[in-house]
């Protein structure tokens, strides 16, 4: 026994030497990237220390170049900075640099395995990718959701404009967060998401961000990531078996419903379990309730928007951005009412007729990419620049500081929608400078759609509502735009603004008291004095 134990902790020893000691030593005599000198097991820990990631790593680039070369406790490591590399990571040598390296956290109750986010780019991986883009992103199914996206839009205006009992001072990302989940759900399940659901959900997510957004030693001693120092994969395993067994809900609800023969409603879900018990020949997986769970929680919306909320930050940043900037705020709300006219509800089709509110977007996500990192693996040795990222690298493409970079942008400190006034600059994927979204084959997948909400969710904010910040907020000289660092990069002080409702028309009416009064959108009063024969003038 005595010796078996002996024989255990000599091979654990013998590891740790090999992967902590002997590599760093190994790297130094590669052609790697310049970079900062490597401390004895920690490598280059400290180097991030005490700093958001992706600030520590433009730091590290100000001083070695757009290609830095570091070492994360056990992990090998490059960061990307500069839109030219960013074009040799995500296009040219993309095909071998398109792993995945994966956060220790998404292997809680194995979801890594049926994750389009956290698989390698094989055979599954792509499967399940273009099941997603034909079931949900797709042009045609894009189209048929349109109604849908418009419908939580509208509950947006109304909830803002306190129809159902909200307060003058609005929390944004909570009046947001709700319609943009109603969304991805009616997107996967084709039908509106319960309160009772919604509200879980929030918590949910609110905890998620917090648990798998915090620094976590498995992510960099995969060695000891058995052991889970600090609870991270056991505290978000309970949050997956949650949202586990509310799509486990819905997939048996479908099966009664396919069972007693109700309509199709072709959606992802009906395509999932119409591939129910397939089995791929090439790598050996089976499309069962494992996969098609995993599926929809990873894939798109409750794992990705839902639990990362990137879509309902960037309106939040947004907001707070034009907030700080009243003059943008008076200019894209022009915008809007000159193509809405008296119009109530903002739909799809007015987004191309709004160039400066596309504007607003595009510059918000280039200051506040709500996913400022994106996490390649190399799967094969490569040359870029002249240096070697050996197979198996990480390679941190800094997003955040990709789209600051000064080279390619005026003050790009500043919110300046102008800049993108005469530049045709796209956010796409092809302009290496701007990609808020990555590019390349793991570009994200929920774009399509991501873009849509944007627009139509932030324009209904604006259309009719007069923001004005917190009067402590103008007290103190303006909002606290700093930063939280975690699953996704928001506002660490949620954005709470004053909505009042702006008076949208002139009514009339036969009352002599009352024969001419302003329209207050939303206002029940109002709403049933138009109903009782008074008549909107403009
Ligand atoms: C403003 C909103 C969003 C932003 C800024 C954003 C950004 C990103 C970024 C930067 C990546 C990583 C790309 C890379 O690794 O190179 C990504 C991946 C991904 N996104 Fe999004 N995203 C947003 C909304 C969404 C939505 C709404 C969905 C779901 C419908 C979604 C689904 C995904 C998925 C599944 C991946 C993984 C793709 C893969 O690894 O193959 N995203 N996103």
């Not at 398109?98 to 109750?109: F, I, L, P, V």
């Not at 907030?323 to 739909?347: F, S, Y």
């Not at 970079?405 to 290496?432: C, H, I, Q, Y």
């Amino acid at each position: 026994m005595a010796a078996f134990l002996l024989l255990c902790i000599s091979s654990l020893l013998l590891v740790f030497i090999t992967t902590y000691i002997f590599q760093p030593l190994m790297d130094a005599r590669r052609r790697l990237p310049p970079g900062p000198r490597r401390l004895p097991i920690i490598g280059n820990l400290h180097n991030i220390a005490g700093n958001p990631p992706h600030r520590a790593f433009a730091a590290l680039a100000d001083r070695y170049g757009p290609l830095v070369s570091i070492r994360l406790g056990g992990v090998r490591a490059v960061v990307v900075s500069s839109g030219d590399v960013a074009m040799e990571v995500l296009h040219a040598r993309n095909a071998d640099l398109a792993g995945r390296a994966a956060m220790d956290a998404w292997h809680a109750s194995g979801h890594h395995a049926h994750s389009i986010i956290a698989l390698p780019p094989r055979r599954k991986w792509r499967a399940l990718r273009k099941l997603c883009a034909e079931h949900v992103l797709a042009p045609r199914r894009l189209a048929d959701l349109r109604a849908a996206r418009e419908d939580e839009a509208r509950d947006l205006a109304r909830a803002v404009s306190g129809e159902d009992g909200g307060s003058p001072a609005v929390a944004v990302a909570r009046v947001v967060f709700p319609r943009v989940a109603g969304v991805l759900w009616r997107s996967m399940f084709s039908e509106a998401m319960d309160a009772t659901t919604a509200r879980e959900l929030g918590d949910v997510v609110r905890e998620a961000v917090v648990v798998a957004g915090a620094p976590n030693p498995s992510d960099y001693f995969p060695a000891l990531a058995a052991a889970d120092l600090l609870g991270v994969r056991w505290r978000m395993e309970k949050l997956v078996a949650w949202t586990y067994m509310v799509i486990d809900q819905q997939i048996e609800l479908r099966r009664r419903r396919r069972t007693a023969g109700e309509p199709r409603k072709n959606d992802l879900l009906d395509a999932a379990l119409d591939m129910e018990g397939d089995v791929d020949e090439g790598e050996g997986w089976a499309m069962n309730q494992d996969a098609i769970r995993g599926m929809l929680m990873v894939t798109n919306a409750l794992c990705y928007d839902f639990y990362y909320g990137s879509t309902t930050s960037t309106i939040e940043w947004a907001m707070a951005e034009l907030l700080q900037n009243p003059r943008c705020m008076a200019k894209v709300q022009d915008e809007i009412k000159g193509v809405l006219g008296t119009r109530r509800h903002v739909e799809e089709r007015d987004i191309s007729k709004l160039p400066y509110l596309q504007a607003v977007v595009k510059e918000t996500l280039r200051l506040h990419p709500t996913v400022p990192i994106g996490l390649n693996k190399a799967e094969a040795t490569v040359e870029i620049h002249g240096y070697k990222v050996p197979k198996g690298t990480t390679v941190y493409v800094n997003l955040w500081d990709i789209c600051r970079r000064a080279k390619a942008w005026d003050e790009p400190e500043e919110f300046m929608p102008e800049r993108f006034d005469k530049d045709d600059v796209s956010f796409l994927g092809t302009n290496f400078e701007l990609i808020p979204f990555g590019a390349g084959r793991r570009i994200c997948l929920g774009m399509p759609l991501a873009e849509r909400m944007l627009h139509l969710m932030l324009a209904s904010l604006l259309h009719r509502f007069e923001w004005t910040m917190l009067p402590e907020d103008g007290q103190q000289g303006g909002l606290d735009m700093a930063e939280q660092f975690g699953l996704v990069l928001s506002l660490a002080t949620p954005l709470r603004a004053r909505a009042p409702r702006e008076h949208v028309g002139v009514m009339v009416g036969f009352s002599p008291l009352v024969n001419k009064i302003h329209l207050l959108e939303g206002c029940s009063v109002c709403l049933d004095l138009l109903d009782a024969g008074y008549m909107l003038l403009a």
